[in-house]
């Protein structure tokens, strides 16, 4: 069992690397692979609409809700105990899930699947800010966002894929089991090659903080993994809620950081640490846009259409062999180019849905997919510039020490921001359509042409940034004292 010295990298690093991202990657690809399979869990389950819904929405809830308290734990704890674990339980809440013989079975083992995915993930992030220094951090976070933005983009592609292999009754099921052998492989490995830290201080968790965020972010997202079933008309007030609860999360996170306590999420992460505001709300909007248009584009294909899921799937593609070829690139060059990559990626993501909105809007039925392929790919190599390199830029300097909570933070924030983009694009998709003769071609340029709006003001505010950087480029910067209390301490 390897174990890490604090200044020493261990020469197993970039094995265990693959190890966390082959986690990661099933941990987020069960966000939209599950999908295209819901049709047959309905129909082989004798269940309703609403209740298969719980199937995709308890699993991304769940996932939601622990991220940054299971990446406080991580920190206090250790991350390999957390990451192993979690992977286990992930293994076996698949196993359960493929083999529920009920709807609420099904259920109760996709929200348990989330909580396992959401203590998972934390740590992924966290362990290569633990294993990797300077240079090889980058390119560590750029192979971490290239599996962030592909398992979001292949998820109806695989779930089509295997559909199509396990056809018949019950072949929905395989949509689980898959998981079992790798994340079996995965344990295995993880616990051969993910090095041991020595135990830090033993810290108390903030459950006051804990309790404040955890009900922030389930009133905020409840309303919008409902959405398809009305939840935002009946659970409006749920948003005043959950404003409410921040608010309270954000003022009693300062009140413990001025009594010397140990806070949940340090507020001074946001304030004093150079780029990770910025970079979790350039995050955050990108996902609006960059999670809502998956939907549509299968409501497109699908319904529209008459493709079949894998048709579907496949039609997306290029997007997602954009994005890996980018992201392979771009994560080795943030050092070199900064923010300047983000600001070139989100112009490209624009562009090419744009490109696809209009195209699709005028093109044959016919030939609609082919003709937006060269437009998805020009999206997916400005996508792979975006989520790479910004993750790198937002937690390359966070102290060690934070770096699960910091790393659970902005992917509640993407989780947020996918979910209000899942529950508002598809909902304009069929505003539109209902308002004409199932003009479908109206419909997805009109949803698709609103997921650009956030990628517009993710690029303004990084457009910002880099100017600022360029500016501070060009003056000394004085050093920070609150930056240095904030890493005091750190390893």
Request: proline content about 5%; overall charge positive; glycine content about 12%.
């Amino acid at each position: 069992m390897p174990t890490q010295a604090d200044d020493t990298p261990d020469p197993r690093r970039w094995k265990a690397l693959w190890v966390t991202l082959v986690a990661g990657f099933m941990s987020l690809l069960d966000v939209t692979i599950v999908a295209v399979a819901l049709p047959s869990m309905q129909r082989d389950l004798h269940t309703t609409a609403p209740a298969i819904q719980w199937v995709v929405s308890g699993y991304a809830l769940a996932f939601a809700l622990v991220l940054v308290t299971a990446g406080r734990i991580g920190d206090a704890i250790g991350r390999r105990r957390i990451f192993l674990l979690a992977l286990a339980a992930f293994v076996l809440c698949s196993a359960a899930a493929g083999a529920a013989p009920s709807i609420t079975l099904l259920i109760v083992a996709r929200i348990a699947q989330g909580v396992a995915a959401g203590c998972l993930a934390p740590q992924n992030s966290a362990l290569i800010q633990q294993m990797f220094r300077g240079a090889e951090r980058g390119r560590a976070f750029g192979m971490f966002g290239a599996t962030v933005g592909i398992s979001s983009a292949v998820g109806p592609v695989v779930g089509g894929l295997i559909l199509t292999l396990a056809d018949g009754p019950d072949g929905w099921r395989w949509i689980f089991y898959v998981n079992v052998p790798v994340g079996v492989l995965a344990l295995v490995l993880g616990m051969r090659l993910i090095p041991v830290t020595a135990p830090g201080r033993r810290e108390r968790l903030d459950l006051v903080g804990v309790a404040l965020l955890g009900c922030g972010v389930l009133a905020l997202m409840l309303p919008l993994v409902l959405a398809e079933s009305g939840g935002v008309r009946r659970l409006w007030w749920l948003f005043v809620v959950g404003a409410v609860c921040l608010a309270g999360f954000v003022q009693w996170e300062r009140r413990v950081v001025a009594r010397e306590g140990q806070p949940l999420l340090d507020p001074r992460l946001v304030t004093a640490t150079r780029g990770y505001a910025v970079g979790a709300a350039i995050a955050t909007l990108y996902f609006v846009g960059f999670s809502g248009v998956w939907l549509v584009f299968a409501l497109f294909f699908q319904d529209g259409l008459g493709y079949s899921p894998l048709r579907s799937g496949l039609t997306v593609t290029p997007f997602a062999i954009g994005s890996a070829a980018a992201a392979a690139l771009a994560g080795r060059s943030v050092d070199r180019f900064g923010r300047l990559l983000t600001v070139c990626g989100l112009a490209g993501v624009a562009l090419g849905l744009g490109a696809t909105a209009l195209i699709l809007r005028l093109a044959p039925a016919d030939s609609a997919g082919w003709l937006a392929a060269p437009a998805l790919f020009i999206g997916g190599l400005g996508s792979g510039c975006v989520i790479s390199p910004n993750v790198t830029m937002t937690l390359r300097d966070v102290p060690v020490r934070m770096a699960g909570a910091a790393g659970g933070a902005l992917q509640t924030g993407q989780r947020l921001g996918g979910a209000i983009g899942t529950a508002a694009l598809p909902g304009l998709f069929y505003v539109v359509l209902g308002t004409g003769h199932r003009d479908y071609p109206s419909a997805v340029a009109t949803a698709v042409g609103l997921g650009v709006l956030p990628v517009l003001c993710a690029l303004a505010l990084s457009i910002d940034d880099w100017r600022r950087d360029r500016r501070a480029a060009k003056r000394p910067c004085p050093p920070e004292v609150s930056h240095s209390h904030l890493h005091a301490g750190q390893g």
